[in-house]
């Protein structure tokens, strides 16, 4: 797959992502009446309202709790406000304040807004006026929000015109993308380390309606239990010890986007159990919480593992597997595709120049050739790295065999511990054959000596025989179907 294409305007999904954020509005009015007024001016459809429930200490509460906006009644601040108001604004992740005062008082007023409050407003203005300057607020709180979470005002653009499909079997996979694409089923994606998982993911929400939304990214094996709980799900204040205030979770966050778990067969089966009431109810529960919020949000997951051999294996949940795998997709690994490593290479030099600096504007016939032999067991992650190294080592402007690893160029010889092809071992019509037809009829002979001995080893259990071989479950079977190898006769 190419790399990144970089807008060069400053994209309408940025502007149009700033109105699909999941706001939280606390409401701190005494008077039954005004508070149901506000309530329902404040419902939209990405808007969670929630009444303060203990007035008299409500500075101590809204500290602890998770909102955007607090809209207070001048009333009950009490004389201790403006002090109140810049501890408040001073705290991290501090909530904006919208004070509803009768009174005409221009001097409270200035002193309210200079403590850091957004606006001072009567609340017996027109219900209209009211609506249109609370939503003024509410569209800053989401502008303010979508900056918070890091994303760019020129995002990286992918488009499924970004994967090199000159194989066949590349092509085979990419013109399934858009249908894929275009529909909001949860989709699985499967395929060795390195082959391009999350890159995918990427295009697959960018190619969606959903392109306008936001797409959070959660690696499933990359957190202690503990903590991948609270950053799914989110927690309260006081949910468990150092939880100092709530926090939101990344579904939350994902809101009317994308959320792509990365490594889901990493997940924790008390976690798919959570997962699994997300994907049927499109609710979450925040740790240590009571309400259940409403989520609009697109799952994509990944894995490089057979999850119907976790699921037989009792690792992952057959429920989950089965309402995660409505569509399934199998990135094919780079050795199969070694049509499309000339093009990858090309683009990788291109892009790679611009970002370390280096002027170098190809490869060599020969270099380029050992890449196309080479197996490539990390894949296309660990083609971007030798050309990166190859560039940095480079000095003329092509890269040769000689800026390349030995590991590449060179073919691993067999140690005697490990056996080798004595002349006499030979089958008797081998110097009958090519060269290359005698290399892979060898290859064929070991290959499957390798995958018998390594199954009598594991007892026929596949996915340690995959981890072992350093291989994927679905590769492994795929070759024992070859060979015509069946686990249950390793048992």
Same mark, same amino acid.
């Given at each position: 797959?190419?790399?990144?294409?970089?807008?060069?305007?400053?994209?309408?999904?940025?502007? =149009?992502?700033?109105?699909?954020?999941?706001?939280?509005?606390?409401?701190?009015?005494?008077?039954?009446?005004?508070?149901?007024?506000?309530?329902?001016?404040?419902?939209?459809?990405?808007?969670?309202?929630?009444?303060?429930?203990?007035?008299?200490?409500?500075?101590?509460?809204?500290?602890?709790?998770?909102?955007?906006?607090?809209?207070?009644?001048?009333?009950?601040?009490?004389?201790?406000?403006?002090?109140?108001?810049?501890?408040?604004?001073?705290?991290?992740?501090?909530?904006?304040?919208?004070?509803?005062?009768?009174?005409?008082?221009?001097?409270?007023?200035?002193?309210?807004?200079?403590?850091?409050?957004?606006?001072?407003?009567?609340?017996?203005?027109?219900?209209?006026?009211?609506?249109?300057?609370?939503?003024?607020?509410?569209?800053?709180?989401?502008?303010?929000?979508?900056?918070?979470?890091?994303?760019?005002?020129?995002?990286?653009?992918?488009?499924?015109?970004?994967?090199?499909?000159?194989?066949?079997?590349?092509?085979?996979?990419?013109?399934?993308?858009?249908?894929?694409?275009?529909?909001?089923?949860?989709?699985?994606?499967?395929?060795?380390?390195?082959?391009?998982?999350?890159?995918?993911?990427?295009?697959?929400?960018?190619?969606?309606?959903?392109?306008?939304?936001?797409?959070?990214?959660?690696?499933?094996?990359?957190?202690?239990?503990?903590?991948?709980?609270?950053?799914?799900?989110?927690?309260?204040?006081?949910?468990?010890?150092?939880?100092?205030?709530?926090?939101? #979770?990344?579904?939350?966050?994902?809101?009317?986007?994308?959320?792509?778990?990365?490594?889901?067969?990493?997940?924790?089966?008390?976690?798919?159990?959570?997962?699994?009431?997300?994907?049927?109810?499109?609710?979450?529960? =925040?740790?240590?919480?009571?309400?259940?919020?409403?989520?609009?949000?697109?799952?994509?997951?990944?894995?490089?593992?057979?999850?119907?051999?976790?699921?037989?294996?009792?690792?992952?949940?057959?429920?989950?597997?089965?309402?995660?795998?409505?569509?399934?997709?199998?990135?094919?690994?780079?050795?199969?595709?070694?049509?499309?490593?000339?093009?990858?290479?090309?683009?990788?030099?291109?892009?790679?120049?611009?970002?370390?600096?280096?002027?170098?504007?190809?490869?060599?016939?020969?270099?380029?050739?050992?890449?196309?032999?080479?197996?490539?067991?990390?894949?296309?992650?660990?083609?971007?790295?030798?050309?990166?190294?190859?560039?940095?080592?480079?000095?003329?402007?092509?890269?040769?065999?000689?800026?390349?690893?030995?590991?590449?160029?060179?073919?691993?010889?067999?140690?005697?511990?490990? #056996?080798?092809?004595?002349?006499?071992?030979?089958?008797?019509?081998?110097?009958?054959?090519?060269?290359?037809?005698?290399?892979?009829?060898?290859?064929?002979?070991?290959?499957?000596?390798?995958?018998?001995?390594?199954?009598?080893?594991?007892?026929?259990?596949?996915?340690?025989?995959?981890?072992?071989?350093?291989?994927?479950?679905?590769?492994?079977?795929?070759?024992?179907?070859?060979?015509?190898?069946?686990?249950?006769?390793?048992?």
């Amino acid at each position: 797959m190419t790399p990144e294409k970089i807008g060069s305007r400053i994209p309408i999904q940025f502007l =149009r992502l700033v109105s699909s954020m999941l706001l939280h509005v606390m409401i701190a009015l005494d008077e039954s009446e005004l508070k149901g007024k506000i309530s329902r001016l404040l419902v939209q459809k990405d808007t969670i309202v929630e009444p303060v429930k203990n007035l008299n200490a409500f500075w101590k509460e809204i500290p602890r709790r998770t909102s955007d906006l607090l809209v207070v009644d001048r009333g009950l601040l009490g004389d201790r406000s403006l002090r109140e108001i810049q501890r408040l604004r001073e705290s991290e992740g501090a909530p904006a304040i919208v004070v509803l005062s009768e009174y005409e008082d221009d001097e409270d007023r200035l002193e309210l807004i200079a403590a850091g409050c957004e606006a001072v407003l009567n609340p017996g203005l027109s219900s209209k006026k009211l609506k249109a300057a609370i939503s003024t607020i509410l569209r800053r709180l989401r502008r303010d929000s979508v900056e918070t979470l890091s994303i760019p005002r020129r995002p990286v653009r992918t488009e499924i015109t970004d994967f090199v499909a000159r194989s066949s079997v590349m092509e085979k996979f990419v013109k399934l993308l858009p249908r894929v694409a275009r529909s909001d089923s949860s989709v699985l994606i499967l395929g060795e380390t390195g082959v391009g998982k999350e890159r995918l993911a990427h295009v697959l929400h960018a190619e969606s309606p959903r392109s306008d939304g936001p797409f959070v990214a959660v690696h499933c094996g990359a957190l202690p239990e503990s903590l991948l709980e609270s950053e799914l799900f989110g927690h309260e204040q006081g949910a468990f010890t150092g939880a100092t205030r709530a926090r939101r #979770g990344c579904f939350e966050l994902a809101h009317l986007g994308t959320m792509f778990l990365d490594e889901i067969a990493e997940m924790p089966l008390h976690l798919q159990s959570k997962l699994l009431r997300v994907l049927e109810d499109r609710q979450v529960r =925040r740790v240590g919480g009571e309400k259940s919020i409403a989520v609009d949000i697109r799952i994509v997951a990944a894995t490089n593992r057979d999850l119907e051999e976790e699921v037989r294996a009792k690792q992952f949940r057959r429920d989950l597997y089965y309402r995660l795998n409505v569509v399934s997709l199998t990135v094919p690994p780079l050795r199969e595709r070694v049509e499309d490593i000339p093009e990858l290479v090309e683009s990788y030099i291109d892009y790679l120049g611009r970002r370390i600096g280096c002027a170098v504007s190809g490869m060599s016939k020969a270099a380029l050739n050992a890449l196309c032999r080479y197996p490539w067991p990390g894949n296309v992650r660990e083609l971007i790295n030798v050309i990166e190294r190859a560039m940095l080592l480079c000095e003329d402007d092509m890269i040769t065999c000689d800026d390349l690893p030995k590991s590449v160029t060179e073919p691993e010889v067999a140690s005697d511990d490990e #056996g080798s092809y004595e002349a006499g071992d030979w089958p008797e019509d081998l110097m009958d054959k090519p060269l290359k037809e005698a290399r892979r009829s060898i290859s064929r002979d070991f290959e499957r000596d390798y995958l018998v001995r390594l199954l009598k080893s594991t007892k026929g259990r596949i996915g340690e025989a995959a981890k072992r071989a350093g291989i994927d479950s679905r590769s492994l079977f795929d070759k024992m179907k070859e060979y015509e190898l069946k686990k249950e006769d390793f048992r």
